[in-house]
């Protein structure tokens, strides 16, 4: 056990602190090095507990696992005591700075809105669960989760941005113009790149509408807040028995305008595929948009 604590680091950052573990993790021994180097660190009660796995997503950008031991006569998985293990997708530090995610769980941990960081990897982190199931499309059209969407995005707002992840300007140019810088507009397979011009036109075009867009919204009266940032279905989590609706998955998190989180929401309605799906009428958004400010 000494041994193994001793790998240790402490990081710590404007007032936050936590530990690191120099690990990298692999894709095809997750549960093995979880159970002989992790565990003991975070869990060291389960040592001679038969350790159970779910897979919660194994995709290009993530791979997420999650570790727990049954209690006896349990039935309701969702509140067993789970530790999650993620580690990031490859090439993923391009576009995604891990660092202002950590300090974003550390200060949300901090306001009761997130489960404890337990460790920073490597390649990956490992932390608490939030109990409950995702959203399904449905969720999201209906008038109740919707309400419930709007108060855990109204609470989110609250938080005090942190001085280290401060911004004179809004997350949201930074992030679309880093996205940019990553594409070229021109791929191998022909189909994309004509698919890319159709839609686009060119880099150039789109950097335009950027600019153009920031320029508007500069007198915009929506305040800088703490943002999700990426509140798609996936990343709201519903658990029947409080009725309360948490959001995870913070990667994209920080100060942001109040609205982007409100519109990107809406903007989910189409779904996650090429094919649009239903949006929502006037009506319904003014009554999001309402429940989102009203903390």
């Known amino acids: 056990m ?18 690191y573990l120099p690990l990298t993790l692999e894709r095809d021994s997750l ?39 049954s209690r006896e006569g349990s039935r309701d998985q969702e509140k067993e005591d789970i530790v999650l293990l993620r580690m990031n ?11 202002a995610e950590i300090l974003v769980m550390l200060s949300l941990h901090n306001a009761n809105l997130v489960p404890p960081l337990y460790l920073e990897l490597a390649n990956g982190l490992c932390y608490g669960y939030i109990p409950g199931r995702p959203f399904t499309m449905d969720d999201m059209q209906d008038d109740v989760m919707m309400q419930r969407t709007a108060r855990a995005v109204a609470r989110l707002h609250a938080v005090p941005v942190p001085d280290t992840l401060r911004s004179p300007q809004p997350y949201v140019w930074n992030k679309i113009r880093q996205f940019l810088n990553t594409v070229t507009g021109s791929f191998t397979d022909l189909h994309k790149t004509q698919k ?6 060119s ?14 919204l500069r007198q915009s009266e929506s305040s800088l807040v703490f943002c999700h940032n990426d509140l798609l279905c996936g990343n709201l989590i519903f658990d029947s ?19 982007y989180d409100i519109g990107n929401h809406f903007c989910e309605f189409a779904g996650v595929s090429l094919e649009r799906g239903p949006y929502l009428g006037s009506a319904v958004r003014a009554t ?7 903390r």
């Open 196 to 201: 890319f011009q159709e839609i686009f036109g």
């Open 89 to 99: 997708g490859e090439g993923t530090e391009v576009f995604l700075d891990r660092r």
């Open 241 to 259: 028995s409080t009725g309360n609706v948490s959001m995870v998955d913070y990667e994209y998190g920080g100060p942001n305008l109040a609205a």
């Open 203 to 216: 880099l150039a075009v789109v950097s335009e509408e950027v600019d153009a867009l920031q320029m508007e």
């Open 288 to 294: 999001m948009m309402q429940g989102s400010v009203n």
């Open 2 to 19: 000494e041994e193994e604590m001793s790998a240790l680091e402490k990081r710590s950052e404007s007032g936050l602190s936590w530990n």
């Open 31 to 69: 549960s093995q090095t979880f159970t002989t180097q992790i565990l003991p660190l975070v869990r060291p009660a389960w040592r001679d507990c038969h350790v159970q796995t779910k897979v919660f997503t194994d995709g290009i950008t993530n791979v997420l696992l999650g570790f727990y031991v």
